[in-house]
């Protein structure tokens, strides 16, 4: 019984001691000395600045606990630059085991953490142990085990001004632990997500993962998840899962992973979108290596498809990524058609200029039509650089169609206007085989801006066939133009300009030289009357939306033939008539079937379809003519009134009838077609 009584009063005093020596520390707790030195130990460990803007208290029940308020920390080297706030931390620590140098945090509490990060900050991002050996801090064997971390509230900002990116977590909470040497942990986040900028989205998402430190204290990660869901890309229903089975480290810094899984997927009102992604192993020392990658997209609706691609031997270097070969297969389809893909390229990413590059570009894919013909094969070979983030794209590439082949540069730009720029070249195109792309190209409201131009050695375009033809193209989003363009036609050349604005106002003008008069389009179905070297010069208005625009086309046109002569014996046929003036002047065989034209020249209106030729003057060797009349465009229908007269006498006729006749003159008309015209002999003229 005494034994007892003694045990109790010797407990008693222990409690006391131990009463009186909490109520000692509690007294004498300097919170202003503590704050100075834990803001001057941060700054000298990690060259951040700390600040304690609330109360920094210490207690003892119901166990050992540091708690502060109102903490923010400033990012490494910048303390004008906010890095992380907390509105409150509460730091729970085991009171026996500091008496044997050990620190067991039973609990760290974060309330109202909000962590704020740029671009610029994410580079001066450093390890903890970058400063380990700084002078002040002495080498202490002391074991640190940290039992569970908390986060409440939390918030995280992360900012790229460069890309216009920025990402916002909120709402968060977080758990984390225990941490320690030979202990498995685990890790869990959840929270609100915002995405602004190149993949905007907004939505909850969640992460998981679960870990071990060895007893050199390498971490090994055993799985690991992330899952997001909510609205994104556009999309109503958005959701994305991101699965690791394993990650592990060896001394010598070498970290191997395997079962890299990723799923995504959209729905909307044009469809549901999946995309997966798969990595059997991967490999980290000095940079990232992937024996072999494989990808897949999915998409129905009716602008959809689906496509699989995979990449070998993809690594990091000096420069950033780099693969032996790319290979991706599948359709597209579109307004119920499907067209087939196949790439193979070797890529390469640039990690400075965040550029990836294709070189060896070999592509084939169908290339949908405008109207309702199957889809032609397009071969596209070459090489491009594109910057995904930016846009840039800049490529020497080639595309044949089995009959056509064009190649050149194309580029896109942002930061140029207009940002899509090109010169391609052609050794032989028809715009026939393109009739309904261009006619769309023609009608559509609105276009990207672009610019460029194209050299075709040989052009062929409704019957007329440029050679050495360069046309250039441009267009401000809404007007379009084609020219100033200049090429080859037949013996002669012609340029000039087609466009049309965002009204539908259409102009055209087109100057010719020396171009064959036989080898026009209206003149090429039948032999024409005229052959020789034509001179134009073109200039009309029209609507460009109209069904028909010739039908809508006004303004000037003039036409000049220097040299050529008349072809075939209607127009003599018709001066022979026995009712002609001029029948005396054209005996049997005096005149040759082709007569020569010196100069003849016409002045022409155009408007509703119809060119009325207000001025005709053709000048022969011994014949002159003159008149008006007009001239159907569609259908290329004549209804002409001219007058033929002597201008010098024929060879064979006598001065005496020559006299005689040189003051007479013929009324003529000239109807039917271009293609088929005829002549007739009006009657007499009152002078004979």
């Known amino acids: 019984m005494r034994l007892f009584k003694n045990l109790a009063i010797f407990l008693l005093c222990l409690l006391l001691l131990a009463v009186g020596a909490i109520w000692y520390l509690t007294e004498t707790f300097d919170s202003e000395r503590v704050k100075a030195e834990l803001v001057q130990a941060v700054a000298e460990r990690h060259d951040r600045a700390l600040r304690i803007d609330g109360p920094l208290t210490l207690s003892f029940w119901p166990r050992l606990a540091l708690d502060a308020a109102q903490v923010s920390v400033s990012a490494r080297g910048a303390p004008e630059h906010l890095a992380a706030y907390m509105a409150r931390v509460r730091v729970h620590v085991g009171l026996l085991p500091l008496l044997s140098r050990q620190v067991d945090v039973q609990e760290m509490r974060f309330e109202g953490l909000k962590i704020h990060l740029t671009r610029d900050v994410l580079k001066t991002l450093e390890s903890l142990d970058g400063l380990r050996d ?5 080498d202490r064997k002391v074991a640190f085990n940290v039992r569970r971390v908390t986060v409440t509230g939390g918030a995280l900002e992360v900012v790229d001004p460069i890309n216009g990116v920025t990402l916002q977590l909120s709402d968060v909470t977080a758990f984390l632990g225990p941490v320690g040497k030979g202990v498995r942990g685990g890790l869990g986040v959840e929270g609100d997500a915002r995405a602004v900028g190149a993949l905007p989205a907004t939505g909850r998402f969640r992460m998981t993962a679960g870990f071990d430190i060895n007893g050199d204290g390498v971490v090994s990660l055993n799985i690991a998840g992330v899952d997001f869901s909510g609205e994104a890309l556009g999309y109503q229903q958005a959701g994305l899962g991101l699965s690791l089975g394993g990650v592990t480290a060896d001394a010598q810094g070498r970290w191997q992973g395997r079962d890299v899984v990723l799923r995504m997927t959209g729905k909307g009102r044009s469809g549901t979108s999946e995309i997966a992604a798969d990595v059997a192993e991967w490999q980290w020392q000095d940079g990232l290596h992937l024996a072999l990658a494989t990808a897949s997209f999915k998409r129905d609706g009716e602008r959809g498809g ?9 690594r990091t270097g000096g420069e950033g990524w780099t693969a032996d070969s790319l290979s991706l297969e599948g359709n597209l389809r579109r307004d119920g058609r499907s067209h087939g893909v196949s790439v193979q390229a070797v890529p390469a990413w640039r990690s400075e200029s965040a550029e990836l590059m294709l070189n060896g570009l070999d592509a084939q894919v169908g290339w949908p039509r405008a109207d309702a013909a199957p889809a032609r094969k397009l071969q596209i070979t070459g090489q491009l650089a594109w910057q995904p983030l930016a846009g840039v794209l800049a490529s020497e590439l080639a595309f044949s169609d089995g009959t056509h082949r064009l190649a050149g540069a194309v580029s896109v730009r942002p930061e140029r206007t207009p940002a899509l720029q090109f010169d391609l070249h052609t050794p032989l195109l028809s715009l026939a085989a393109y009739r309904a792309e261009l006619r769309a190209l023609w009608f559509a409201p609105t276009l990207p801006p672009f610019a460029g131009r194209l050299r075709a050695d040989r052009l062929d375009a409704d019957g007329w066939r440029f050679e050495s033809l360069v046309l250039p193209l441009a267009s401000d989003g809404s007007d379009l133009r084609l020219g100033p363009f200049d090429g080859a036609v037949f013996n002669g050349r012609v340029s000039g300009q087609l466009a049309r604005d965002a009204a539908g106002a259409g102009t055209l003008s087109v100057k010719a030289t020396g171009v064959a008069i036989e080898q026009w389009p209206m003149a090429a179905e039948a032999t024409p009357m005229l052959g020789g070297g034509l001179d134009a010069d073109v200039r009309l208005d029209f609507d460009a939306r109209a069904a028909d625009p010739v039908a809508t086309a006004r303004g000037p046109m003039r036409f000049q033939l220097n040299g050529g002569a008349w072809r075939g014996t209607a127009l003599i046929d018709a001066l022979r008539a026995q009712d002609s003036v001029l029948a005396a002047a054209l005996p049997g065989d005096a005149v040759a079937d082709n007569l020569p034209i010196r100069a003849a020249s016409a002045e022409v209106q155009v408007a509703a379809g119809v060119a009325q030729v207000e001025t005709l003057s053709i000048r022969g060797a011994w014949l002159q003519l003159s008149g008006q ?51 007739r002999t009006e009657a007499a003229s009152a002078a004979r």
């Open 134 to 138: 700084a002078t002040s801090i002495k």
């Open 306 to 314: 689906a496509l699989a691609g995979r990449v070998s031997n993809l």
């Open 629 to 679: 009349g007009q001239i159907g465009l569609g259908d290329g229908a004549l209804d002409l009134s001219l007058k033929a007269a002597l201008a010098e006498a024929p060879k064979g006729m006598s001065r005496k009838l020559y006299r005689k006749l040189k003051t007479q003159s013929q009324p003529l008309s000239l109807g039917g077609s271009v293609a088929a015209p005829v002549w």
